[in-house]
């Protein structure tokens, strides 16, 4: 898998491309295109049949810059981070 900074990694979410970045990294779950910062604990995005989903709950300032960094560029649907774990567990 490649490691990548945290400013190319878009690139990767994009295509819903494996990747691990600078306290982040994606993969697939079950068929689900995750993209976690900080360890499977807290999960940012995922991708569902093409539908995209967004970890709407406040972390901490840093994570807050990875969403900015790391988000899709398309709509996404914001949910908390428990029923976000839910979609790939």
């Known amino acids: 898998m490649p490691k990548i900074s945290n400013s190319k ?3 990767f979410v994009q295509v819903r491309a494996p990747f691990v970045g600078s306290n982040t990294f994606a993969e697939v779950i079950s068929g689900i295109y995750v993209v976690f910062s900080y360890g499977h604990h807290f999960p940012m ?3 569902v049949n093409g539908t995209w ?3 709407g ?3 901490s300032p840093s994570t ?3 969403q900015t960094q790391l988000h899709p560029l398309c709509p996404t649907e914001k949910l908390d981070t428990a029923t976000l774990k839910r979609i790939y567990q």
């Open 9 to 11: 990694a878009r690139e």
């Open 45 to 47: 995005f995922a991708c």
């Open 53 to 55: 989903y967004e970890n």
């Open 57 to 59: 709950d406040k972390f």
């Open 64 to 66: 807050s810059k990875q």
